[in-house]
T-cell receptor, first 116, second 109 residues
Framework: EAGVAQSPRYKIIEKRQSVAFWCNPISGHATLYWYQQILGQGPKLLIQFQNNGVVDDSQLPKDRFSAERLKGVDSTLKIQPAKLEDSAVYLC??????????????FGPGTRLTVL | DAKTTQPNSMESNEEEPVHLPCNHSTISGTDYIHWYRQLPSQGPEYVIHGLTSNVNNRMASLAIAEDRKSSTLILHRATLRDAAVYYCIRGVGNEKLTFGTGTRLTIIP
């Protein structure tokens, strides 16, 4: 079974530039998550989709971050414009969607973003 | 408060059992306990989860205290590949999983 795919794996940009990350979840998984992981911390949920609808985006900095999930499958996360503090690993995860309290999440390898 | 409490770090010798503790004193009756681990430069991976009874799978065992205020993840025979950060997380209804900083496990050859 193919896992969660993410690209690119690494990205270096200057502050105020834009960047986009792509995620392809496991086939059949209804729920898709984007996390931000700053060095030395645990992952922090940015946004959660159920099919192509947003379930939780309470921690997404909406003035600069946006995300969409096309046709309930692939997803993109965009940062525009980037700030130095956005340097982090961006993780995508997916799950069947039977309930957040019991669902098993499967994570991709992440995209390491460095903002200079 | 959906937080759990774990030691920041632990060490164990290779080929010995490892017991990783987690306190969740405010847990309610329907909250699951999830364990994930994160190997260096990788995304987190699921290890095990449970509600009340002890659980076993090919990776580990989960021992849940009778009052459910604490649990222990047991790796029966640690290998160098088990060196990772281990996260203990409460699954509260349909709320999102909240990752803390976890326990960094070091395996000594």
């Amino acid at each position: 079974e193919a896992g969660v795919a993410q690209s690119p794996r690494y990205k270096i940009i200057e502050k105020r530039q834009s960047v986009a990350f792509w995620c392809n979840p496991i086939s059949g998984h209804a729920t898709l998550y984007w996390y931000q992981q700053i060095l030395g911390q645990g992952p922090k949920l940015l946004i959660q989709f159920q099919n192509n609808g947003v379930v939780d985006d309470s921690q997404l900095p909406k003035d600069r971050f946006s995300a969409e999930r096309l046709k309930g499958v692939d997803s993109t996360l965009k940062i525009q414009p980037a700030k130095l503090e956005d340097s982090a690993v961006y993780l995508c995860a997916s799950s069947l969607g039977v309930g957040a309290g019991t669902d098993t999440q499967y994570f991709g390898p992440g995209t390491r973003l460095t903002v200079l | 408060d959906a937080k759990t409490t774990q030691p920041n770090s632990m060490e164990s010798n290779e080929e010995e059992p490892v017991h990783l503790p987690c306190n969740h004193s405010t847990i309610s009756g329907t909250d699951y306990i999830h364990w994930y681990r994160q190997l260096p430069s990788q995304g987190p991976e699921y290890v095990i989860h449970g509600l009340t009874s002890n659980v076993n799978n090919r990776m580990a065992s989960l021992a849940i205290a009778e009052d459910r205020k604490s649990s222990t993840l047991i790796l029966h025979r640690a290998t160098l590949r088990d060196a990772a950060v281990y996260y203990c997380i409460r699954g509260v209804g349909n709320e999102k999983l909240t990752f803390g900083t976890g326990t960094r496990l070091t395996i000594i050859p």
